[in-house]
């Protein structure tokens, strides 16, 4: 089991720029999230998923999109990126979306926007 | 506003003491969880409490989910560098949608 995985570990971009933040999960979670964690502030959430085709806003979603057409994917995209974008993304996922269930965190993606 | 206040916000002391961090809110939450993120990995579970007043172990730490389940506290006992990390306490704030306050970081000197 790999568990949960994100590529890229760090990237670089410039204003305006777009790109797509890459997660998976072979745990068969139905349940997957999306948060960015900013230095003295703990990990906020920008969307998640309940499952395959289902996807809903959490506390910061302006500036990104997300999809989920299969179970295991759930890539969160950057349509023109901006510098307050520059954060730690991180990806997660769990069996459900109950409070009693626990989060399974993938290693996160550095982002630095120009 | 923060729904979840921790505090200390940054807490450094010897190994060997003892030290209680804390979660705090104004809402009633059904159960609340305890994540420990060491530098450059994602947050680990370490615990979920779910019951007011309940009182949970794990070796040299004691979690307790408050009588009116608003507030919770973390206790280390003989703090070791291994206890080293930023600890973060998270709740459901409605359904699906969970939210993690801003987080204790705890250094502890050999």
């Known amino acids: 089991n790999a568990g949960v995985t994100q590529t890229p570990k760090f990237q670089v971009l410039k204003t305006g720029q777009s790109m797509t933040l890459q997660c998976a999960q072979d745990?068969?979670?139905?349940?997957m999230s999306w948060y960015r964690q900013d230095p003295g502030m703990g990990l906020r959430l920008i969307h998640y998923s309940v499952g395959a085709g289902i996807t809903d806003q959490g506390e910061v979603p302006n500036g990104y999109n997300v999809s989920r057409s299969t179970t295991e994917d759930f890539p969160l995209r950057l349509l023109s990126a901006a510098p307050s974008q520059t954060s730690v993304y991180f990806c997660?996922?769990?069996?459900?979306?109950?409070?009693?269930?626990?989060?399974?965190f993938g290693p996160g993606t550095r982002l630095t926007v120009l | 506003t923060q729904l979840l206040e921790q505090s200390p916000q940054f807490l450094s002391i010897q190994e060997g003491e003892n030290l209680t961090v804390y979660c705090n809110s104004s809402s009633v939450f059904s159960s609340l969880q305890w994540y420990r993120q060491e530098p450059g990995e994602g947050p680990v579970l370490l615990v979920t409490?779910?019951?007011?007043?309940e009182v949970k172990k794990l070796k040299r730490l004691t979690f307790q989910f408050g009588d009116a389940r608003k507030d919770s506290s973390l206790h280390i006992t003989a703090a070791q560098p291994g206890d080293t990390g930023l600890y973060l306490c998270a709740v459901y704030s409605s359904a699906s949608k969970i939210i993690f306050g801003s987080g204790t970081r705890l250094s502890i000197r050999p």
């Open positions: 745990m068969n979670h139905e349940y």
């Open positions: 997660a996922s769990s069996y459900g979306g109950g409070p009693h269930n626990e989060q399974f």
């Open positions: 409490v779910v019951t007011g007043g």
